[in-house]
């Protein structure tokens, strides 16, 4: 099944282009869109929930055309944008049943699930407090309860994490996680900062300049870029010279070498020349290399 | 905040799907439109929301309570059903002026729209609840008090027959001004997405209307074009549908003077309606498309 779907979708303003034939897909679970500010994230999201015509090119969320089909898209789609949507002077809850209820629950049950997702969101007594007074971070939950309140079937989360302290930032990351696997509902979210994304997301869609620069699952991101840090007390450049000989490519950093796995063979090459040359082994430890360096390295190449 | 949290109390049952119905759009736009009320009046507010609605309600009920007060004492009128909005006309103004920018701006300001937006509703519904929310609200601070008197006459039992035809006038009359008066003050105040110009703006509006009819009504008449002048005081709108008044129910104009011929005034009143209900949709289309 599909979450999304686009085909040669463009969008025009009159200085400048959004989107450039974006052609993309996405499946079920948790799907990052990556893009620098301005790269056509928003403008996606928004052609998506056919609130925007796109200039060229059709879109279809769970197999509903955008275009054709925008109210029985967003009766199962949840939506958090991306700036401040909240009005200060009624209360979480009184907003998040407001929101269900537009969505088509009926009272009773709207108040249900707005208890329910306010609290799955992690907001507990200051729910019937004013709006207003709330912090960033409650904000920030209150935006995504809302988004979640009518059980949709997709989410489309527009810069979860802005504006969020680090610890604001891994809770509100944790939640996206449990969305997409706990709750079972698909995650798309978008974000200009790559390493992110790659801790919760199954697939990464990139684009720039709304063009499609990539869009492939997280493994793969990142198998490309995985290394091995060795850190030895002296001897460095012997070492290097071993490993070199063995066929393997390593660089120094200062005090320590970062090796490329190749495959499980170099786990073994690097033990045996550690033990050969007799040093003194003070770390060893595998890398994941973030999505970022594999990113960085694309946009060089396509610049 | 883990702390502050009953352990052992509270058990997490993990996350529900919803099986139950989804209604349809008609639903969603009575939500709206309920929502939209209560904002009007600043119910479910903090209190400051309630001041100034709940003041301009009671000062609407004060004739009503002195005329059913007059009415128990001399058992005769003091105030003409039909003449009541008119001589009243500050307070829906004033109320209209501080209400509707709290309808249409917190949503411009506070970046509200795009949420109801991305629910499944069309702009049209959403300007309608809000124009309908906007409307009772109005009509409420009207017919509260006529109906008060008219219950009061009722009790009190006047010698004839109780003035059932002025009673419907205003009531009919007082809808008709509420649709206009709303349609007009939302479309001025969702020009801005600041609250304080709204007021601003929208007093300021009716400031000018009733100025510059009073002015050029007097300037006409003294120079003895009677016939222009009746046509400067359809400048102010309650004066406009008290004119629609006098022509559909027969009523005595509010002004003394009589107006210009009823079928005209009808004419243009619904013209200016359509023109304000047209602008204010286009409004919201267009900031809709940002």
Redesign the interface.
């Given at each position: 099944m599909t979450i999304l779907a686009t085909e040669g979708l463009t969008k025009r303003y009159p200085r400048v282009t959004a989107l450039d034939r974006l052609t993309v897909t996405a499946g079920p679970g948790v799907t990052g869109l990556v893009g620098a500010n301005g790269a056509g994230k928003s403008t996606l999201i928004k052609i998506l929930l056919g609130l925007l015509e796109p200039t060229a090119g059709r879109a279809e969320v769970l197999g509903m055309d955008s275009a054709t089909q925008a109210l029985a898209i967003r009766r199962v789609v949840g939506y958090m944008p991306e700036h401040d949507c909240l009005p200060p002077d009624i209360s979480a809850t009184e907003f998040v049943i407001h929101m269900a209820r537009l969505s088509g629950i009926p009272r009773t049950a709207a108040r249900e699930r707005a208890a329910d997702t306010l609290r799955h969101v992690g907001l507990y007594e200051e729910r019937y407090r004013p709006i207003g007074g709330y912090s960033t971070g409650m904000r920030q939950r209150v935006k995504l309860a809302q988004a979640l309140v009518h059980d949709p079937r997709v989410v489309f989360l527009d810069e979860p994490t802005n504006g969020l302290d680090p610890q604001g930032r891994d809770d509100m990351l944790a939640l996206i996680r449990r969305i997409g696997t706990e709750f079972g509902i698909s995650v798309v979210v978008t974000s200009h900062l790559l390493g992110e994304l790659e801790r919760i997301c199954d697939h990464v869609i990139v684009i720039d300049g709304g063009r499609l620069l990539r869009s492939s699952s997280i493994t793969e991101f990142t198998q490309a870029t995985e290394t091995i840090t060795v850190e030895v007390e002296d001897g460095h450049d012997e070492l290097l010279a071993r490993l070199a000989e063995a066929g393997e490519q390593a660089v120094r950093h200062r005090r320590r070498l970062a090796v490329k796995v190749r495959s499980e063979a170099t786990f073994d090459a690097v033990r045996d020349a550690v033990c050969d040359l007799g040093l003194s082994l003070i770390r060893l430890e595998r890398v994941r290399g973030s999505i970022e360096d594999v990113f960085r390295g694309e946009l060089e190449e396509v610049r | 905040?883990s702390d502050?949290?009953p352990t052992g109390v509270i058990h997490d049952i993990?996350?529900?799907?919803?099986e139950?119905?989804?209604?349809?759009?008609g639903?969603?736009f009575a939500?709206?439109m309920a929502?939209n009320l209560r904002g009007a009046f600043g119910l479910?507010?903090?209190f400051r929301?309630k001041l100034v609605p709940f003041l301009l309600g009671g000062v609407m009920l004060l004739p009503a309570l002195v005329s059913i007060a007059v009415m128990a004492m001399f058992k005769e009128r003091a105030l003409p059903y039909h003449t009541f909005t008119a001589l009243l006309q500050v307070i829906p103004a004033i109320f209209l002026a501080a209400q509707a920018p709290y309808l249409a701006a917190?949503?411009l300001r506070?970046?509200?729209l795009?949420?109801?937006?991305?629910?499944?509703?069309?702009v049209t519904d959403y300007v309608g609840a809000k124009l309908a929310a906007m409307t009772l609200a109005l009509y409420a601070l009207i017919a509260v008090p006529l109906t008060a008197m008219f219950i009061g006459e009722l009790v009190i039992d006047l010698p004839g027959p109780p003035d059932t035809h002025g009673y419907a006038a205003a009531m009919t009359t007082g809808l008709i001004l509420a649709v206009f008066l709303a349609a007009a003050g939302l479309l001025v105040a969702s020009v801005t997405p600041r609250r304080g110009l709204g007021v601003a703006a929208v007093a300021a509006l009716y400031l000018l209307t009733s100025a510059v009819s009073l002015v050029l009504y007097g300037v006409l008449s003294a120079t003895g074009h009677d016939d222009e002048a009746r046509w400067a005081l359809l400048i102010n709108p309650f004066f406009l549908v008290d004119a629609m008044q006098t022509w559909l129910f027969g009523t005595e104009p509010v002004t003394g003077t009589g107006y210009p011929p009823g079928p005209i005034t009808a004419m243009l009143f619904v013209a200016c309606t359509a023109l304000a209900i047209g602008g204010l949709v286009a409004r919201y289309r267009s900031v809709?498309?940002r």
């Open positions: - | 905040m502050a949290r993990g996350y529900r799907h919803y139950g119905r989804r209604l349809g759009r639903p969603a939500a709206l929502h479910r507010r903090p929301a917190l949503d506070y970046r509200i795009p949420l109801y937006l991305s629910r499944p509703i069309l809709a498309s």
